[in-house]
């Protein structure tokens, strides 16, 4: 007998669902079947590369105030991780994802991605890049580039003490201080010129953190990619590529035409990555007709991405989207505005999903969404054939529902 549950619609009544989703099997490489002891060259092979910016598990245990502090489970956070390796992605650590600045602060950070990054090495050839930026210095502190750039560099040399690849995060201070695009260009002229290693810079927009408007020296987002572009030019061999969160494809395919040779564009479009990581292939670089991929949705959709992209390497481009097609409505729904409040989404997911016990986060952000909301997530994540445990899934939104007076 098919699953079914009471659902609330939009209009705050309830409604029978009935299941019809079907399990997505596992993309593991030369093993049959998900095992997160998965190492090396077990784990599939892709011809994008593809990182999974990755959420935090809270501890509902620890005895803080949620609003003030912020605990993290430590076991349940790193086995996400290895969940996310032995699918084939890469981890972009402590960033927006995890609630980075918005809860999880530096010295929490700085250990996730030591955590990670020692994690890692049970997996050969596993991807880990980390998120640095300036998060902690407040940005009312902050009174010129030179704070900015003190800021930067603390955390630049603490994260490539450990090893860590760096994705120089965009930076609260410096949109705060920053009174032209001269200002961008001698900040990260500085940073670029230290990295021990080519970096992914990081175009975060407005809409996921109101913060940061005007980033690179101005509103008008052509003049910003100029700005932008410039610096990645004139640094083109310490930038390994660029991860823009616009939700404006036209602006990141035609920014992707125009990076220098060998700079990749990282898609953060959580509306339209199954096109932009497919490709138009225009251009004379590889990398100019197509998206690599750094995204907060990948967390929640990792199964159908591993699988997409799997099917993408072999050159079935059909199934590719087949698989990945379906799972756009579940992300344009979890990113919806305010599109800050997507990490919930994520999070419900993962706890659906039977990877960790309990939907708790870090900040008590489990709170920012509706009733309503969650169950249409529900809807979509079936749809999308995301629900990995249907009962599991089906069991616990009934509890939810039960703790908001619908038994």
């Not at 029978?16 to 596992?26: D, F, H, Q, R, W």
Request: hydrophobic share 45%; charged share 20%.
């Amino acid at each position: 007998m098919a699953l079914s549950i009471q659902l609330p619609s939009a209009s705050g009544a309830l409604e029978t669902y009935a299941l019809e989703g079907s399990v997505i099997p596992a993309n593991t490489g030369t093993r049959g079947a998900l095992d997160s002891r998965l190492r090396g060259n077990d784990a599939p092979r892709f011809n994008r590369i593809a990182y999974s910016a990755a959420h935090v598990v809270a501890d509902p245990l620890a005895a803080i105030d949620p609003w003030l502090a912020s605990a993290v489970d430590w076991d349940a956070t790193i086995a996400y991780r290895r969940h996310l390796w032995s699918l084939g992605l890469g981890v972009a650590e402590a960033m927006d994802t995890a609630q980075r600045g918005m809860g999880l602060d530096w010295p929490t950070s700085l250990e996730l991605i030591a955590r990670s990054l020692d994690a890692a090495r049970d997996f050969p050839g596993a991807l880990v890049a980390s998120g640095c930026g300036t998060d902690h210095l407040p940005p009312e502190n902050a009174k010129t580039t030179d704070d900015v750039i003190r800021a930067y560099e603390a955390q630049m040399e603490a994260i490539e003490k450990l090893g860590g690849k760096l994705i120089v995060m965009a930076s609260r201070a410096l949109a705060r201080v920053a009174s032209s695009p001269a200002d961008y260009e001698k900040v990260y002229g500085r940073i670029l010129s230290q990295a021990k290693q080519p970096v992914v810079l990081h175009w975060l927009g407005e809409m996921f953190d109101p913060a940061l408007a005007g980033y690179w020296g101005s509103s008008d987002v052509d003049a910003a990619m100029d700005t932008a572009l410039g610096i990645i030019a004139a640094h083109a061999s310490k930038v390994d590529g660029i991860k823009i969160s616009l939700l404006d494809k036209h602006k990141e395919i035609a920014m992707r035409r125009r990076l220098p040779p060998g700079v990749r564009m990282y898609t953060g479009d959580d509306f339209n990555y199954a096109e932009l990581i497919a490709g138009d292939g225009f251009g004379g670089e590889p990398t100019h007709g197509r998206s690599d991929a750094l995204l907060g949705i990948f967390d929640a959709i990792a199964p159908a991405a591993s699988a997409a992209l799997g099917e993408l390497a072999r050159g079935n481009v059909e199934r590719f989207h087949a698989i990945l097609g379906p799972t756009v409505p579940l992300s344009r729904h979890i990113f919806a505005a305010p599109t800050r409040f997507y990490k919930t989404g994520v999070v419900f997911m993962a706890w659906l999903n039977g990877h960790q016990k309990h939907f708790t986060m870090v900040g008590g952000q489990q709170s920012t969404r509706s009733l309503v909301h969650l169950a249409e997530l529900f809807r979509l994540a079936d749809a999308a054939n995301l629900l990995e445990q249907p009962e599991l899934a089906t069991k616990r939104m009934k509890t939810l529902l039960a703790l908001h007076g619908v038994e």
